[in-house]
């Protein structure tokens, strides 16, 4: 079972950064994503990674200002957060699965392994 863990969230302000990290044990991932969550909000996909080809996709309201990358141990990616806004805000989570359909790889359902989430705060 893989097991993701997050962590480098914090607060900022406005126009600042942010970078987090997730690391998984328990396997070897092939797909890899963050998530975020606003209070009231669904859950939402952010940016994912396919590890063999590093392949990256954005939603489209990151796009320009987030980069997703592979770290050089195995099973690493970071989540580089630039230009953030308070509509940033919320709980990230780190997502890990095997091989996923590239159009299913921003959806919730295509994972099954989660980590607890580290909180990103973005003030005005």
């Known amino acids: 079972q893989l097991k993701p863990v997050e962590s480098g969230g914090g607060s900022v302000q406005a126009g600042g950064s942010l970078r987090l990290t997730c690391v998984v044990s328990?396997?070897?991932?092939?797909?890899m994503a963050w998530f975020r969550q606003a209070p009231g909000k669904e859950r939402e996909g952010v940016a994912t990674?396919?590890?063999?080809?590093?392949?990256?996709s954005y939603v489209d309201s990151v796009k320009g200002r987030f980069t997703i990358s592979q770290g050089s141990a195995e099973n690493t990616v970071f989540l580089q957060m630039d230009a953030l806004k308070p509509e940033d805000t919320g709980m990230y989570y780190c997502?890990?699965?095997?091989?996923?359909?590239?159009?299913?790889?921003?959806?919730?359902?295509?994972?099954?392994?989660w980590g607890q989430g580290t909180q990103v705060t973005v003030s005005s």
């Open positions: 997502a890990a699965s095997g091989s996923v359909p590239y159009v299913q790889r921003l959806e919730t359902s295509a994972y099954n392994s």
């Open positions: 328990g396997g070897v991932a092939y797909t």
């Open positions: 990674i396919y590890i063999p080809t590093d392949y990256k």
